[in-house]
């Protein structure tokens, strides 16, 4: 488990270059990333390459026992590069050409793109070939990032037509698809379809959601371009660092062409991006349950070890506010990310930088080059961590992008949100220290103990049967509202939702309703009353039982969720949006019914997570906190300070109780 | 007094279409709409018509005893004319053309497309100009929605240019009505002219006031052109489904071409449209002001029964929230539409689509062909529905477009809404029961009991006359605030305002502000105290006595408001935007001075209405409520459930008294 | 010490011109304002110019005892000359061309519109040379109004170019002064530069900065042409009517081709378009220290006499509300502005026009052209005011506008506006009834008491030098925070803050962080607590010593300010945003240190003034108020009305206490 470091020699002078590796290599860090926006410096002119800088640091990093990770520099053309071709750019929905000034202003779909990028990924790698100390690639930067991953221009238009051809044939195929006899759409020929673009009305919903396949699937040829390139060149790793719960790339398909996944933490910033007011503790160290969950889905999707690229390392500038992270919040996330499975975790960046667009973002180091908080944590964390194998998860969650695709382009309810829906759940998971596997819902699940699918709004035959097979050989699954309700060409299944899952479910939805804030839609459990929000359900029983009922006004006594029994294991549907005390409620009866071993509900902000025999208790809050337990631990002890962790080489999950200290 | 269903059998298999129609008329339905967006199924290539379809479900629904009402399929240009014709298409003020891919984006002032209208119009016409059960047409669908009524393309551009050279003849003329010296503005040349653009400063306000008559003007034309090819051929009605209150299309203009006029009924969505949130009650079946406030605009553009093109079916995609309506809404609707004048109720759609832009919107019948709630309601509503005379309201509200116009233009307080300031009054009158004619201020005013105009903020001295006429002869006249304060050129009257009307009102206003929410404003009326919002004027009475007077702080004892006796009638004048209370006030004085039969105030939600000696009354609240009366009733009973309703076959208004239950 | 009026002949009969000069006359007024945007009256086609109603306009002036103003027509092109050269215009930033319609759309970069300009001036004055009662010009009217002070047509693209050039020599120099090897921005040739576009990402902030310079010196640039061509034809002065606080123009750089400033005041418009809600009474008059910022800001930047061009007559038509200005609220007004270093008080307008944008906007006299509420408070203002030196200011305010654009573009926290924290600063100091000179850091400082500087983001050495001296000469300094941050390039400055001052202030900022609302940042000064916003430093005290420290959760005890002596005087230096409590505590030991005069702390909203001992006492509020002085009133009495003042002709300042009565 290794920490590392993202710096940008370029920003620099030549002559700081051996002080700054030298205290790298101090800090213990293992990984440099470099050359990631470094474009216009190594070909400074077409054609004419500058390799003695990189090579000059690169070595630099080899001479001090460090390894080095190497960017393609594709996320940021040269401005030589724009004024030759400016065709290379992305046009906006409404036509506004995106120009340079920036970064990620080029169109994935450019032929001239593409000849250009193959032509310095090939230069790069062919340069660092045979440098074994360079031991894998970061392809560009942040795919999609400042909304780039969606672009209209005239390339995308007609690769867009090209895809659909290629999918269904010919303009009968498309038609079927998509249902156009609505509104006059049917079309002559696949030649007459186009990328969204401003029409009075609402898109096509179809249209919209194969688009977004498009989109995805252009980044992915795009990535896969870049792989292949490498790979000719040397055996080391390819990987391209992701961010945070990003909606517009199929994490499934693009990492077929990576050796492993890595993602981009910044817990400060993300917590400010979700609904609702962040308290003063997460503002200061980030929402646990929202970090990790981004973990568990860059490990989950290759069921693999995944990699921080880079870690918030102090103060940062993009989020509406950018307070201090707490003493030792830098630190403290470094053995979350390893405890949810990271293998390394690579701080951004090595230095404040003095300008351009991030001088707000801090650095492990302060603007001066002395230390900032971020180095000290850093280090520390580089001389605990140790060797671990790989997290063994116990619950599935299931979770795809088509679903994210088609709810976003109809939401319906303005709060309904995909990735609100799957936290309440994953909260409710994590609430009690279970380690979660994010996965397709197509994965193999015979080895989880415990299924979770927030929604399964698209849903086929081939996963009605697929989940049958589950549940038929023992399985619990615990199903989420507004399933079943779409077949993949985002129309409407002729069935009552959940549509092809009804016979599993057993039950079928008569009406449901999206629930306003006048509205008092309150369900009872049990005995025990909830409040619910944003959607609501009102179901048919048939093999099932009801377990989740109205309570109160017109709908008292109507179903809301139910229970079946099928073969040796059950599902449970809950045809409403839980607020959290509900999805609690559903997860712990789910644990209990299924024997996954789990934590005492541990306190809000403070987690439990095992991986590989050790187990880490984490404090993401300004109190103290007591773990009861007589176990040893090998990093701090069972009194935990605010902002700090313990860790403990025996898995103490099953009854771990930890309590908040008056 | 008839029920209709929307039906588009080029979403279906033709297998299923017998079923339907059959389930149509076994529900007692009289009409059946057809075609409505089927232009790329009637003409899949230029020239080539395909009408066997058509042919068939007309035939079906002959057999059936029912009757037809086509459409014109206009309001959707298949894509090969989009792509044949590009230049049909409208073009945003900034510049953006409007794309297909959904609806309403052609143009009407687009020569190329009014060609094709009358060849598209012409086919169809003359397809069923002998199928005698091909009773009427709905000319295109919904003008201007979408924010479509509004182009800016170089075709309107021309034609705006020669509406002004038609209005104005030349620069001089032009000049004179708009007061062209601020800002050096003047117009050598009409052409010089050109529609709205994107101005760093606010537009002129007259410029915008003629653009609102041309845009309207234009789909007047349009309309025109229509009506008068379908008459060519048949007798048939013909009308066109207008909006809840559209603001861009002078109905008083274009009903001249049209037999009846409908509109569609959405009232679960509507009433999120208003300002303030809506109850939960309203939030499921509406708020019966704001739907038959409608009812009785478009009964009283023509003073002749209305159809409800569109009745709403159930739940809807649309609006921010989704509720499902109440148990009976849909009956209940039905109801309300009939006691306002409504002729036939047509709900959309029969069925759920499965495809396209509306799939989040109920039919009749659900996804899978089975009936939903929407189907019993009309079944039921159908069978207890009985001919009747028409409404004869005893009260004229003075309503139209100029005014809308100019005030959405220049607002001046962030919420003067031309449609509230009418609702409050409008409202005021329901609550007692009374029938409203929504008419056009120069309609003759002498059958009626009393008249209320909200604002006449532009005011002509016909208009003067017209009034002063009124009020001599014994009428009462209620007149709000910001009246008569601009010529018809948008341009202030160099007079004080009421400007024309002073000698009327028998004031003057010295001056006028708006009213923050920091501000207290109240008024005394007869000892009682009301707050006062949006708008304050503080007058000078001449020959008029002040009635409304402000209290406390600096303005306390001056006069907001005046009563003139003129002749053998008087004129109320209310200088300040009254909360519902005032208006409720001002309202009942003018009802007991005009003696107008009403009822006592009724409870909130619930409303009684008197057509042709029938009296209905209607409860949109989810409380039971009892009329206190020993009339028998035909339909229901005196106690009358949540959504429920009643009817009595005589008048019963005059004293009515409606209590909700303890 | 002067009253005057805006008048537009052209939008009236001539009949008129005489009744209307007649009673300016009357009124006492000394100047006439003319021909603002007559530019399509005077040139009604090219070349063929009509002076005639101008030239009996000035003669009726001149014949009633009063001077004219001229303006230069330029704000308004007349169409015409838009019609003829649509390249005059300017750009938007996303390529929207700004139309005709309004005013304001040519650019100052626009060689064609130089040339046209320079046309009709030339003609104009000439015209006026011998003119003798024509005493000065208002160059244009309201630059950058609207937003148009940015323009990115190609003209100013080009021009950007050129101005880059000019200041960095070539690419390197460019590449230097901006860094630009973040994200591959280096440029080849500053050919390649351009004018900020539509990028995916945040701008570079050091183009930002650069773009800002050159908009203001493009419209510098733009005002010399005019100043210099009317200085060819005559002796008279030259002006330009400035708005509240524009942040686009460089005053300290315009101002050195003006003969004097003068600016537009608008007080119950301005009051609206800051944060917070204001308090009715000043939706009524106005907030005095808004207004007497700018007399301020504009009587310092010359350190001479202003003018107020535009005074506000009445209700206005552009805030969101327009409330009636209290009795007496026009007289106040101007009063206040001599009490700042006004010569003279220009209402705007005579008269309500009846046409056009600005029909809501009141003049002195009513749309019917009798007197309103205005022209009587303006007439007793000309009869009140007497001559008087100028303002002998004992504080200085430091301000400038790279900061302002510095901080506008990287505001970091998202309420750290500039003008807000220098208002708190401000409003601190006219609290104790303080004159201060608003004026640039560069500015000799030797004769002010005290300075406060509410922040220096951008600083230099040579401003550090300056400071210095001025604090070791027994100057007293009171910094505020994020100051020393960023060097002239808007580059972070290499060392931590406050940078090339942290010897000044004798401690350096170890972090800074924004502060949300969730978090508690308190801090305690001399044993009082006062709330923190928005922004929040650590300091690590060196030479200093403590002055401000956190108290309470995590940073308790830490350093938020401090002071040190330095020579023979102190500098504060406050590392934290004060709330308005905070900063009154800092600015009263400040002026008690530096021993400026000062009065008790002033009630809100009730102001005093010394100009060349004169004392006014000015009541902006709706209470009655008492002045506790033996001192004989030459205006009103120490007993004073709501909004209303008294003029004492002596100094009354040191220890004056006024206060509200019971």
Redesign the interface.
């Known amino acids: 488990m290794s920490i590392g470091v993202c710096y ?1 020699p ?2 620099w002078s030549q002559e700081r270059w051996e002080t700054d590796v030298r205290e790298m290599a101090a800090a213990g860090f293992e990984y440099v990333r470099l050359a990631e ?5 190594l070909e ?2 077409r054609n004419t390459f500058d390799f003695e800088w990189l090579d000059e640091i690169v070595a630099l990093v080899g001479d001090h026992g460090m390894n080095v990770v190497l960017c393609t ?1 594709t996320a ?5 590069l724009l ?1 030759e071709h400016p065709e290379i750019r ?1 046009t ?1 929905r ?12 080029y169109c994935v779909n450019s032929s001239r793109y593409r000849v250009e990028t193959e032509r310095v990924v090939r230069e790069l790698a062919n340069r660092y070939a045979d440098t074994s100390h360079v031991v894998g690639w970061q392809i560009d930067n942040e795919y999609g ?4 991953a969606r672009c209209y221009c005239a390339d995308c238009d007609g690769a867009f037509r090209d895809w659909l051809a290629e999918r269904y044939g010919d303009a009968d195929g498309l038609n079927d698809a ?11 020929s696949v030649e ?1 379809a ?1 990328v ?12 919209v959601l194969d688009y977004c396949r498009f989109c995805s699937d252009s980044i992915v040829a795009y990535n896969r371009l870049q792989a292949e390139l490498l790979r000719e060149y040397g055996d080391w790793f390819v990987t391209h660092n992701f961010m945070d719960r990003f909606p517009a790339i199929d994490l499934y398909n693009i990492a077929d062409d990576l050796d492993l996944l890595s993602w981009d933490s910044y817990p400060t910033g993300h917590v400010q991006a979700t609904d609702g ?4 503790d997460q ?1 200061k160290a980030g929402d646990p349950d929202l970090i990790s969950f981004n973990h568990d889905l860059h490990r989950g999707v290759l069921e693999r070890p995944f990699w921080v690229m880079e870690q918030q390392p102090g ?1 940062i ?1 993009w989020p ?5 992270p ?2 030792g919040a830098m630190r403290l996330w470094a053995h979350h990310a390893v405890a949810h499975g990271a293998d390394a975790v690579v701080y951004f960046r090595w230095r ?9 973002h801090a650095g492990l180091r ?4 002395s230390p900032d ?1 971020g180095y000290h944590d850093a280090a520390r964390a580089a001389e605990e961590l140790f060797d671990v194998g790989n997290v063994d998860a116990s619950v599935a969650l299931l979770h795809d992008y088509e679903n994210v695709w088609a709810l976003s382009e ?1 939401p ?3 709060d309904f949100d995909y990735w609100a829906l799957v936290q309440s759940f994953y909260r409710a998971l994590r609430a009690r220290g279970v380690q979660v596997a994010v996965v397709h819902p197509t994965t193999d699940l015979s080895e989880y103990g415990a299924v979770v699918a927030p929604t399964l709004h698209i849903a086929t035959e081939d996963l009605t049967d697929h989940l049958t097979e589950y549940v038929a050989s023992g399985g619990e699954l615990l199903l989420g509202p507004r399933t079943g309700v779409k077949d993949e ?1 985002n ?6 939702p959940p549509g092809p899952l009804s016979s599993l479910v057993g039950a079928t939805v008569t ?6 804030d ?3 839609r309150t369900v009872v459990v049990n005995g025990t009353r909830y409040a619910v929000r944003t959607w609501a359900e ?1 179901l048919d029983a048939d093999a099932a039982v009801p377990v989740v009922e109205y309570t109160g ?2 709908l008292n006594g109507s179903t809301a969720g139910v229970r079946n029994a099928v073969g040796d294991g059950h599902v449970v549907y809950c045809g409403v949006w839980p607020e959290q005390e509900l999805a609690d409620d559903l997860v712990d009866t789910l644990l209990t019914r299924s024997g996954v071993d789990h934590a005492d509900r541990l306190p809000n902000g403070v987690r439990a997570a095992v991986r590989d025999n050790h187990t880490w208790v984490l404090n993401f809050t ?1 109190d103290r906190i007591d773990v009861e337990t007589d176990a040893e631990w090998s990093i701090g002890s069972a009194r935990i300070d605010p902002f700090d962790l313990a860790v403990a080489d025996r898995d103490l999950l099953d009854g771990l109780t930890v309590n908040k200290r008056a």
Chains 1, 2, 3 share one sequence.
């Open positions: 940008y370029e920003q926006f470094s474009w216009g410096r400074p002119e520099p940021s053309p040269p401005r030589w004024d992305q906006d409404d036509g506004t050409v995106r120009a340079g000034g920036s970064r990620r202003e990032c400042h909304d780039t998509w249902g156009t006899t609505f509104w006059s759409q049917q079309y002559d007459q186009s969204p673009a401003p029409t009075p009305a609402q898109d096509h919903p179809s249209l007011q962040p308290t003063p503002l103060d500038n509406p506010h950018s307070p201090q707490a003493e404040r930088c003095l300008h351009g667009q991030e001088q707000y302060k603007r001066d080059g908080r109809q319906h309810a303005p060409g129309k409407l299944r002729p069935a009552s009406h449901y309703e999206t629930v306003p006048q509205f008092d009102r006004n017109e300004s």
